[in-house]
């Protein structure tokens, strides 16, 4: 089982993000799904969360410019970000709560790197 994002790369300051995570595997359920960074200097932070029916959390930094979504069916989750500011530079993690067998597993992808240039 695992996650991949895709998408990252180079975003001009004010211009717009778009991230792709799919799952795979065998996934029975999927609990929640969210998007996760390590700017340069800081730990890994929360970015944006959706949870099972839907329920979504964004952090502070992001929030007003920024769309979590999910596609259970294609088990992939989405993250959209506009006004991209150069403190959004950094690599941006896929998170998944995912039903494998009897357990919950809380699995991680690789990273992406986005590099927000002025």
């Known amino acids: 089982v695992q996650v991949v994002e895709s998408g990252g790369g180079l975003v001009q300051a004010g211009g717009s993000l778009r991230l792709s995570c799919g799952a795979s595997?065998?996934?029975?359920?999927?609990?929640?799904m969210a998007w996760y960074r390590r700017t340069p200097g800081n730990q890994r932070e929360l970015v944006a969360r959706?949870?099972?029916?839907?329920?979504?959390d964004y952090s502070s930094s992001v929030e007003g410019r920024c769309t979590i979504s999910r596609d259970d069916a294609e088990k992939s989750v989405y993250l959209e970000i506009s006004n991209m500011q150069l403190e959004d530079t950094g690599v941006y993690y896929c998170?998944?709560?995912?039903?494998?067998?009897?357990?919950?597993?809380?699995?991680w992808g690789l990273g992406t790197q986005v590099t927000v240039v002025s």
């Open positions: 998170y998944a709560v995912l039903l494998v067998g009897r357990t919950w597993d809380a699995i």
């Open positions: 595997g065998m996934i029975a359920a999927i609990n929640e």
């Open positions: 959706v949870r099972d029916g839907g329920r979504t």
